[in-house]
């Protein structure tokens, strides 16, 4: 396989870090003759002069009267269009360990976002960002998500709270309202803003009445049409989900949309009622509705778009073997779409009516294809799809985000949001008007985060991108697709010759794509290839304990693939070095009883049940292989 040689990596982080140079902070800035969208009201102030000091608005007076005689920096702004740095309050970091969308953010003009699922790297991001060592906007996180069938979870609270985290965040699996009580008290005893899903057992009268800030999707209010009966107690959040789906579905499948929308937007009303003076902020998160008609009908036309270059090659491999998050929940039942597309509607609608504060965010994460950055754009137009105006679009990214972020700060008034003297110097300089075409945001030609200045040839290069590297992506996604029709030359063609290291990577670490694979090479007979491609990804996850095993368990358990039975028995024995559990001695057992080792099998197995006791399947496995082996010794 051919490899990028080294010295090209190091000469891209070299300018990268010459980047980080080129825009540093500077004393004073001013925006020279700029039209200012102030959004405190849905006006355009003409011709201005913004001054910057530092990371604040020190003024904003007529065009061409700012002294610029000891200004370190004068940006032209003729014809150009001032806003507030835009804000994505939900992302999702934590499979972005290295940072690597945290430039896209501030080349699209978010200079704030909020991680909605914190970890200890954040931290550091957070302190590399401020003194300005790493490109990025301004980050907000809550805790490492407390899902709520943790042991006694709120007793988590405090430690993943105080790490330095501005507000906890919950999930939809407490057991019980008691439960749940516990944890909003804890958080309260810290005064930490908290914000969460709607957990099943709870509901949205019950988070009310506990008083959380926030909650962290609109989508989570939805359940309520579902007419949830809090008193069930299923165990999984699958179980739970096959419940409510099937409440939908016997509510409205049989419907015409004309009456579910009518429905609907009574339903939403009165959820809207419930929230309104409660001081309860709402989360948006819901352009993905509008991505799901291509995603689920469309694939082929879906992949093209431009801004999916920045995701991993797993997400093309997701999407062209029908795999992908949404591709999945929504399979069999597609025909709930425009219900759920209606419902997010509606909702959306109905909280802006009665005036509850609706905060911009994304779920940016890309294994449900939300570009950091280029979705929050998405997610603008999205509500002037729906009926917002521009203004009252932009607003959810600007104003409301700022006195979310002044409410988890514990501040009176906001510290961003506007364009006014005294606020933070987050700023976005547009080629046009967004009050008039909100794709607007789209068209930068400059932004500042917190004070430091970053050029439309700089946002450029942040967004630099190897179009060769995108094509090998599409014919990745190609031939994954063609292998889902039974075609397996052209996933084989392309590990042999593409020139990325990394996307062959990605290829041998998708249990999906690995498994497909050698079923279709067991399917024609391909026994040779078979066995030296299930090395070279036993090989390339060596450290990894859970993917060695759970191959290991489908092509060997699974699809009794004679041939493999060795390597399969050296891939589970690495992965009891890594983690030994009495799952993975369970399959030792499995592979070692299909390969005729009778009495290795029986060890792993006792193994299995001394590590857990209590579990009766033990026994019944033992006895399955007792029965392999008399048949073995009467044949």
């Keep these: 396989m051919k490899r990028i040689p080294l010295i090209l990596r190091a000469a891209a982080l070299l300018i990268l870090l010459l980047l980080f140079g080129s825009c540093g902070k500077v004393k004073t800035v001013v925006f020279r003759n700029v039209n200012v969208v102030p959004m405190t009201t849905e006006r355009v102030l003409k011709n201005q002069d913004v001054v910057i000091h530092g990371s604040t608005i020190e003024a904003i007076v007529p065009g061409g009267t700012a002294d610029v005689s000891q200004t370190d920096l004068v940006i032209p702004g003729e014809g150009k269009y001032l806003i507030p740095g835009l804000a994505d309050m ?317 409410r988890m700060n514990g501040l009176q008034t906001p510290e961003s949001g506007t364009v006014e003297i005294g606020k933070q110097a987050d700023l976005v300089l547009l080629e046009y008007n967004p009050l008039e075409d909100i794709n607007a945001v789209r068209h930068n030609c400059g932004v500042m985060a917190d004070g430091r200045w970053y050029s439309k040839d700089a946002c450029a290069q942040l967004l630099a991108f190897d179009e060769v590297k995108h094509k090998e992506y599409l014919r990745l996604y190609d031939a994954c697709r063609k292998l889902t029709h039974n075609e397996i030359t052209p996933i084989v063609q392309f590990l042999k010759d593409t020139p990325y290291e990394e996307i062959s990577d990605a290829v041998y670490k998708s249990t999906h794509l690995t498994t497909e694979i050698i079923k279709k090479l067991k399917r024609i007979d391909e026994t040779v290839f078979l066995k030296k491609f299930f090395q070279d990804v036993v090989d390339a996850n060596w450290d990894n304990a859970n993917y060695l095993n759970t191959f290991s368990w489908r092509t060997g358990h699974d699809m009794r693939i004679e041939a493999i039975y060795p390597d399969a028995i050296r891939a589970v024995k690495r992965s009891l070095e890594l983690s030994e559990s009495a799952a993975v001695y369970d399959t030792l057992a499995w592979l070692y009883a299909l390969n005729g080792e009778y009495e290795n099998a029986l060890k792993a197995i006792d193994n299995a049940k001394e590590m857990d006791p209590e579990n009766k399947s033990w026994d019944q496995t033992r006895e399955k292989i007792m029965e392999m082996k008399k048949g073995d010794q009467r044949n």
Excluded at 278 to 291: E, G, L
Aim: proline share 5%; aromatic share 12%; hydrophobic share 40%.
């Design 90 to 406: 939900h992302v999702h970091l934590y499979l972005d360990p290295e940072g690597n969308g945290l430039p896209l953010y501030l080349a699209n003009g978010v200079t704030t976002i909020r991680d909605c699922n914190g970890r200890d790297f954040m931290l550091k991001f957070r302190k590399e960002i401020k003194d300005g060592d790493r490109p990025g906007p301004r980050m907000y996180m809550t805790t490492y998500t407390i899902r709520g069938f943790e042991d006694k979870p709120w007793n988590l609270v405090k430690e993943r709270y105080e790490k330095g985290c501005d507000a906890v965040k919950f999930y939809s699996f407490f057991p019980s309202c008691t439960s749940f009580h516990r944890a909003m008290m804890e958080a309260s005893a810290l005064d930490a803003y908290t914000i969460g899903h709607i957990p099943y057992k709870v509901g949205l009268a019950g988070i009310i009445e506990e008083g959380m800030h926030e909650v962290a999707h609109v989508e989570e209010l939805a359940w309520e049409f579902a007419d949830i009966d809090t008193g069930l107690n299923y165990k999984s959040g699958d179980a739970w989900l096959e419940y409510i789906v099937g409440n939908f579905i016997l509510k409205y499948a049989d419907k015409p949309m004309d009456e579910v929308r009518a429905i609907l937007k009574e339903e939403a009303r009165e959820i809207a009622l419930m929230l309104r003076d409660r001081d309860i902020a709402v989360s948006t998160t819901c352009n993905y509705t509008h991505m799901m008609d291509e995603k689920l009908f469309h694939p082929d036309k879906f992949i093209h778009n431009p801004s999916l270059k920045y995701l991993p090659p797993l997400y093309y491999i997701d999407v062209g073997l029908g795999r992908e998050k949404h591709q999945q929940q929504f399979k069999g039942i597609e025909h709930l779409l425009p219900v759920w597309q209606t419902m997010l509607e509606e909702l959306n609608l109905a909280l802006h009516e009665q005036g509850i504060l609706i905060a911009g965010g994304t779920d940016a994460i890309w294994y449900m294809g939300l570009v950091p950055g280029f979705s929050l754009h998405d997610e603008l137009a999205y509500f002037v799809d729906i009926g917002f105006t521009p203004y009252e679009a932009l607003r959810l990214c600007t104003v409301n985000a700022g006195i979310v972020a002044a």
